[in-house]
């Protein structure tokens, strides 16, 4: 599953948390983003989906093989933003009247 191993998902699991209290932040313009369970589960789900893109597209930014690098953390940003944008749309197609 896309290079996915025990340790590169600790590192997703941490670097996750990071970004996605960062994430919610921005999002939300808030000092506490959504919470801090939701900023969790937002950061690891966003690492998943930043890590994927970034393998389905082969962006290396050769910022080397540390255990925790930079790379890791911007693909967790980006994923953790498009969880937010892809929990926004959800929310707002549920809302619309059936007609």
Known sequence: ?????LG???????VGAYAGSLASR???LSREGFGRWINLLVGI???????LVFYLF???FGLG???ISFEDLIAAFIGS????VGWWALKKYRRKPVR
Do not use: Q
Not at 1 to 5: A, C, E, H, R, S
Not at 81 to 84: A, D, G, N, V
């Open 45 to 51: 789900a966003g690492a998943m989906i930043g890590n």
């Open 81 to 84: 933003l498009l969880c937010i």
């Open 58 to 60: 082969h962006l290396d």
């Open 8 to 14: 590169k998902f600790i590192v997703l699991i941490i």
């Open 26 to 28: 921005v999002a939300t």
């Open 65 to 67: 093989d540390l255990k």
């Open 1 to 5: 599953m896309f290079g996915l191993t």
